[in-house]
């Protein structure tokens, strides 16, 4: 399959959140991180042909989501089918 920005299908990058409920505060804290994952090809050529270990964010397909993509687990590990476009 041949996928590019401009096919028309929607697409989402992948971050994982988190909320504290944290006594003293008067509402709970919000804290994000976006997944990344290892360049594809045309990063690795282009945008970060310099670096040793480049990496992209982790992009999402209309029919995928996080929750689905991933299986937690333990504290720390995850197994992750996620794959750059």
Do not use: Y
Request: aromatic share 4%.
């Amino acid at each position: 399959m041949d996928r590019h920005p401009g096919d028309g299908q929607p697409r989402g990058f992948a971050f994982i959140w988190h909320r504290f409920e944290i006594a003293d505060l008067p509402a709970p804290m919000l804290a994000c991180v976006m997944v990344t994952m290892p360049a594809n090809e045309v990063i690795r050529r282009t945008i970060k042909s310099g670096e040793a270990d480049p990496r992209m964010p982790a992009i999402l397909e209309n029919t995928a989501t996080l929750s689905h993509a991933c299986n937690p687990r333990g504290a720390g590990e995850s197994s992750c089918n996620i794959r750059p476009l």
